[in-house]
């Protein structure tokens, strides 16, 4: 055999024998580790409770093994009752949130029901109110004159089967969410989509009825409003011959100043613009149907004669000129050769809006 292979092999052998001696003192080590372990794992450890009275102390004999499986047991248990504790505070806080969310959906679902009661309330009222315009404008076309009171005593419940509201108070309740307040929104629909037609002819009628009404002399002289009756028309005293009586052919407007705005009572044509000896500054204003208005005793004339004026249109201001007591306005209405008392022309105006307010 070679040297080299030789020394070789002896260098093997060597390496061999050391590994196997190295395996055998770990194994050695380890079994003795484990060996020591169980062997204090056996030992026994007293625990004691000594009370603080004259009873006997007692004791608890426990294995190392027994009391650090009971600390094992106890760390788990510790940590479960942390994690189950956070996992409580969270879902009642989810809990809490949703609660919050469903009161304020109960309350907004109150509120909706409020709601549409008042809204049902609204519609039989609106539908009452379209009734009587219904009347109005059927007593007032052509060929319907003639409509007896019983027909039109049958229209508001007529209209309530064609709108669909006869019901609207009766609706029985539905197992749904809001059936029933669903329920009373169709209805309401279709009554005013039922409407809307009727609306529209009264509206026709209206307008019709506007211009008619700018045509007559039926609006307040004074601007805003303002002002008494401090004369009215007919038989009065003359404020200048104590005991004489005589005939006012208008009504007397004063507001105790002068400067407030004249206003022309109707559409027309002013006829005259100009100073009279009796009514100091004086419009005459000529309007369709045979009208015809005047103001005197203007402080001032806004207007020129032959100019067209519409009904509202400044005219003049409330004066003292001409032979007077005090400042006031002097309004006079004249159909054709008949002078009429010009508040029966107000009371119209007045009238029709009573008729047609809420």
Do not use: C
């Not at 001696?21 to 007293?46: C, D, E, H, I, P």
């Not at 039989?124 to 007896?148: A, C, H, V, W, Y």
């Not at 209206?206 to 002399?217: K, N, R, S, V, Y």
Request: proline letters at 4%.
């Amino acid at each position: 055999m070679p040297e080299g292979l030789r020394e070789y092999k002896k260098q093997e052998k060597l390496f061999y024998l050391r590994f196997i001696a190295a395996l055998k003192a770990l194994w050695g080590k380890t079994a003795g580790f484990f060996v020591s372990l169980y062997s204090k794992g056996r030992q026994q450890l007293s625990l004691a409770v000594i009370p603080h009275s004259e009873k006997p102390a007692r004791s608890v004999r426990l294995s190392r093994f027994a009391l650090v499986l009971l600390l094992l047991l106890a760390g788990v248990v510790l940590v479960f009752s942390v994690a189950s504790a956070g996992r409580y505070a969270l879902t009642a806080a989810q809990l809490a949130a949703v609660t919050r969310e469903r009161d304020a959906l109960r309350d907004t679902v109150d509120r909706l029901r409020e709601g549409v009661q008042t809204l049902a309330s609204s519609a039989l009222k609106f539908e009452r109110e379209m009734t009587t315009l219904q009347d109005i404008s059927k007593t007032n076309n052509p060929g319907t004159g003639s409509q007896t009171a019983g027909a039109a005593a049958s229209s508001q419940s007529e209209a309530l089967r064609t709108a669909g509201l006869s019901g609207l108070l009766s609706i029985p309740d539905n197992p749904g969410l809001a059936g029933r307040e669903l329920a009373q929104l169709e209805k309401i629909s279709s009554f005013l989509d039922a409407s809307v037609p009727d609306v529209e002819r009264i509206s026709v009628l209206l307008a019709g009825q506007q211009d008619i009404l700018t045509e007559i002399p039926n609006i307040w002289p004074v601007q805003g409003g303002i002002g008494h009756i401090s004369m009215y028309f007919g038989q009065n005293e003359n404020p200048f011959s104590a005991g004489v009586w005589y005939l006012h052919n208008g009504i007397d407007i004063s507001t105790f100043r002068t400067g407030d705005v004249i206003l022309a009572a109707a559409d027309g044509k002013v006829i005259d613009a100009s100073y009279d000896p009796s009514l100091g500054n004086s419009v005459t204003i000529q309007h369709s149907h045979g009208f015809l208005t005047r103001y005197g005793h203007l402080k001032s004339i806004k207007v020129k004669k032959g100019q067209i004026v519409s009904q509202g249109q400044a005219i003049g201001t409330l004066g003292n000129t001409g032979i007077t007591t005090g400042p006031h306005l002097h309004y006079e209405v004249h159909l054709g050769t008949s002078v009429i008392d010009p508040l029966r022309f107000l009371n119209i105006r007045k009238a029709q809006a009573v008729r047609l307010s809420p």
